[in-house]
């Protein structure tokens, strides 16, 4: 298939374009209630973090106070934007538990998950569907997706199996013992809810189906194959033909959710890498529907148009958020538009009926690969227009290093050595990933005005270093030696020592921390973002347990009868570029807060968001901090965004980045604030749980509003 054909239309048919496009008018006219709610994930389908609520304004912002405070029973990072629905505020805590409360009062009305096997996660909340007096809320607790009863919260046991169905259930049979979760809450479409997924990123990982449900009976209606099978357009962009059924190659799923146009009738949905992440000399191609914007018909999953945003992708590199739907004018026409922020820093638009882009999008050779097997991508795709919304490395000079830094020598030889190219290949050499693995545009996505146009972002700027080992696994090494190598090392490095400052703990010691069983459960299952490995078999796991509580003797052979198991590379693991005290080692500003008119492409404003706290006590300016977490935007002129690791909450004028007012937060959130109304007064809802970025762990729902 070609790059042309990737970035039109490819298989929709003159049919369906005519069809979709008599819904153009009635997209972009704006329903006036449409925007009072947020009954759905991110403020609506749409996903545009958008309010037209106007009690709060910028003149009496800064009279908000804490309106109520609710204790979730387990504290943890809580990345969940809550949701309203009948004055019923709905959320899910760090153990996975499903709350709801009054949103007028924060007092709870219902729990649901104490008699499961809870662990400590990460979701982003809960859909809503309603059919008359059936009203029910859907949310994820491992593969198992729940329907409960929304004013009751029991479980709806009309629902495939007693109130829950396996998302498994829905992939193929090969995927039945492999690692399936989903943090992000499914988008409902009349009485479909589809799925976001999220699989390993390793050799062996499930295919990243697309998969709708009937909400109200549980069963498979459609999926659509992101790894086509053969016959399938798409399928001739994999060397292997027989790539969808590989027990190597997987994944090309969508995990960070997708978006709606309810009255087109058409989801978009961005996907992730194909597995493994950061080596391809098994799955050669440009591999679609990975890292693809893919344009579905919401109620068949037939597929309307498509763009690729990386290809072959090795950098993991998938787009990290839900799209905007948006109204964007040009000339004087209202063109109904989908925008798509990525990890890389760029905006992607599109006409999102046809597919066409309404800026030019320019295909650019980027550097071959040295790794033996390995075959990269000639060129890959580059937004003429916006301009990208954070550094990129091979802009990065010796005068980039920051000033703050006290082993600057260090930093140099490790700046001089790293290969700082766009899209230079994973190597044994370093490779200088800025923007990093996270992005700058990260799960909390981007908020809009979906009538004028504007796009306003948060950004990461931290440098990470990408680099591969050869794979050495062989016969030689003790059993739980060899698990480890094979399942944990790229994380918690080959010392178990682990890297703190990039999210990854030590395990040197364990035992002295944990029992046996919650490490086996946490091995199995995952934990926060660790994904689990619920294929280990019994005797692997047995090992692996011996090996981390340090009981483990003797190697499986001797070395005289060494075979190397597989020769192919390994990624060395997630080592941010960070200065001795921990800070990152390029130069301010470390986060940063944009307002983008995508009807010109051109920056409204950018500031540095966020402090660092340990520099500001010293008295140098404001520098910016590592943020995950999206904002609020309202039509009379406000911006709300917590997500900073300095634990603030702030409202910004969304006209001119103007700081108007903020609030030290219990603890930091991670999370996407949500506006709602309950009898005559606003409120602001945000979870607080901490812990991400070495923070300290909470466990509060917040609502502020006016006295």
Known sequence: MSLKTTKLLSILSIAAICLVSCKLDSTTKTDPKKYKTWSSYLGGPDR??????????????????????????????????????DTILYGVTAALRAVALYAGTGKEIWRFGDSLNLTNSTSRGVAFWAKNDDKRILFTQGPKLFALNAITGMPITSFGENGKIDLRSGLPTSAKNKFVVSNTPGTIYRDLIVMPIRLSEDSGAAPGDIMAFNVITGQLEWSFHTIPYPGEPGNETWENPDSYKSEIVGAANNWAGMALDEKAGILYVPTGSAAPDFYGGDRKGSNLYA????????????????????????????????????????????????????KQGYVFLFNRITGEPLFDIEEIPVPPSSLEGEKTWATQPFPTKPRPFARQSNLLTEKDLSPYAQNKEELLAKFNEADKRIYAPPSLDPVLLLPGYDGAAEWGGAA??????????????????????????????????????????????????GNVASGYPSLLNLKSTYNKETVIQTIKKGKGMMTGFPQIEKTEIEALIQFLFEEEVGPMVTENDTKPVKTTYKHRGYKKFLDSNGLPAISPPWGTLHAIGLNSGDYLWSIPFGETLSLKEQGYPQTGSENYGGAIVTENGLLFIGATKDGYFRAFNKTNGKLLWEYKL???????????????????????????????????ILAFSLE
């Not at 908000?64 to 943890?76: E, F, N, T």
């Not at 690729?308 to 538009?337: M, V």
């Open 448 to 497: 809009a005005d979906p009538e004028d146009g504007i796009l306003y972002v948060n950004s990461n700027e931290m440098g990470w270093f990408l680099q591969m080992d050869k794979d050495t696994l062989n016969t030689s090494m003790a059993p739980g030696e060899y698990a480890y190598n094979q399942y944990c090392v790229v994380c918690h490095q080959q010392d178990r020592k």
């Open 291 to 342: 890292n693809t914007l893919l344009a579905l018909d919401a109620q068949t999953g037939k597929l309307l148009w498509h763009y690729q945003f990386t290809h072959h992708d090795l950098w993991d590199r998938d787009p990290p958020a839900p799209p905007n739907l948006l109204t964007i004018t040009r000339a004087g026409k209202k063109i109904p538009a989908v925008a798509q922020v990525t």
């Open 666 to 700: 219990p603890a930091a959130a991670f999370a996407t604030p949500a506006m709602y109304e309950v009898n005559g007064k606003q409120y602001i809802a945000i979870a607080c749980g901490g812990e991400k970025l070495g923070t300290e762990k909470g466990n509060k």
């Open 48 to 85: 545009n973090h958008y309010s037209t609520l106007s009690q709060i304004t910028l003149d009496n912002v800064t009279q908000l106070k804490v309106a109520w405070s609710y204790s979730a029973p387990d504290s943890g990072q809580m990345q969940m934007n809550p949701i309203v629905a």
